[in-house]
């Protein structure tokens, strides 16, 4: 069985994970450290979730009364509905509750909602949760959950990494706030990459030292993007990164830089360090800084930087003019390959390219920023 579910797991891209309560928690006091009442009043929507599990529910729910949180809504998807099979069973929570029914159990989602304290202990906590079933899966593109979204005034979860774009577009379609996890690549995304160069969507604060470890959806040691470590039952990714629309005080920290000068003469990085100048692209009117710490803090032309460089962004020192990709979004791209400079022409247009030693050499992805 242990097989039968890896090789399905394999085939479904098995990339829902459980985010850890800790991670939570760390994020959500950043905008609470700008903003106090950022959840006062507010309804907040847990979509993709499964609150008899989920850490995001537990948080919100036990932190209820201390945000002052008008309702929590949170929604899971039917285990029917899913891509993979597992040796699942309804929990003892739901098969001892009056409300339990083995015919909807596996195919109709559930919806848990805190409003107020029901069993007159005093205090609104997890204890108050209700809970129904949805009429249909609880797929966050149904009419119902739809509903549930105009409701709410912010909306909060790691969706499936396959299903990102949708969700993330399900979302603005509605004008919602919103915190999810992403992939760090989804930056460069045609969908998402405007939203971030016109300032109308940014990330959140980082996770620990680059490493966000979440717990499997299911249990193996098979996980779109992640490494899995069979002794935690968690997996790893370097990738990872929460992004929103709600302010928070990290993202208006200017960066210390050193000069140009300084950074030829004294920067950690081999790349940069004893250099005469920084190499400029051959395709795009403006030099290539490989790391964001060596930035100079006095060129005032465009610069072309790696997207983990939105990690450090302070839109009022730097302004974001475009990305370096094959549509040419930016407008920004001077010279245009043709298969009589390369055999891959095409790979060269979608990219930066820095011409050395004759040869054509595309860069990784690039956002193109200047200081303001």
């Known amino acids: 069985m242990a097989n039968e579910n890896l090789k399905e797991a394999k085939a479904a891209k098995n990339d829902e994970f459980y985010t850890q309560f800790h991670d ?5 006091n950043a905008y609470l450290e700008y903003d106090p009442d950022v ?40 285990q029917e509905s899913k891509n993979y099979k597992t040796n699942w069973q309804p929990t003892l929570f739901e098969t001892e509750n009056p409300r339990f029914s083995a015919d909807k159990t596996a195919v109709c989602g559930k919806i848990f909602t805190l409003t107020h304290n029901i069993n007159n202990n005093g205090k609104i906590d ?8 949805l009429e249909g899966n609880g797929d966050f593109r149904s009419e119902e959950v739809t509903r549930l979204r ?31 996890i992403g992939n760090m690549n989804c930056i460069t995304y045609k969908e998402v990459f405007p939203l971030i160069m016109y300032n109308k969507v940014w990330l959140g604060v980082p996770f620990p030292g680059g490493n966000a470890y979440f717990r499997p959806a299911i249990q193996s040691e098979y ?43 004294f920067s950690k990085h ?31 032309g465009v610069m072309g930087v790696p997207i983990s460089f939105l990690d450090k ?60």
Request: charged share 30%; proline share 4%.
């Open 126 to 133: 997890i204890n108050d949760l209700e809970w129904e079933y």
């Open 150 to 180: 105009d409701e709410a005034d912010i909306i909060i979860t790691n969706p499936p990494f396959s299903l990102f774009r949708e969700f993330l577009a399900w979302i603005i379609e509605a004008d919602k706030r919103f915190i999810i």
């Open 24 to 28: 939570i928690e760390v994020e959500m």
């Open 270 to 300: 081999k790349e940069i360090r004893g250099k005469i100048s920084y190499e400029h692209y051959d395709n795009y009117d403006a030099i290539e800084v490989p790391f964001t710490d060596a930035i100079p803090s006095d060129y005032e």
């Open 223 to 265: 996980a779109v993007g992640g490494v899995y470590n069979e002794d935690t039952n968690l997996v790893k990714f370097r990738n990872c990164i929460w992004l929103t629309n709600i302010d928070h005080g990290r993202r208006h920290q200017p960066l210390s830089l050193m000069t140009m000068e300084d950074n030829l003469r």
């Open 313 to 372: 962004y302070c839109p009022e020192q730097f302004e974001i003019l475009g990305i370096t990709d094959r549509q040419n979004t930016s407008c920004l791209r001077t010279k245009r390959y043709t298969v009589y400079d390369s055999l891959k022409y095409n790979d060269l247009n979608a990219r930066s390219v820095i011409r050395r030693d004759g040869k054509y050499i595309p860069m990784y992805a690039r956002l193109l920023i200047r200081k303001l």
């Open 39 to 78: 959840f006062k009043g507010k309804t907040v929507l847990l979509p993709c979730d499964d609150p008899e599990w989920s850490n995001f529910t537990k948080y919100f729910a036990a932190k209820f009364e201390e945000l002052g949180l008008k309702k929590l809504i949170s929604t899971s998807y039917a």
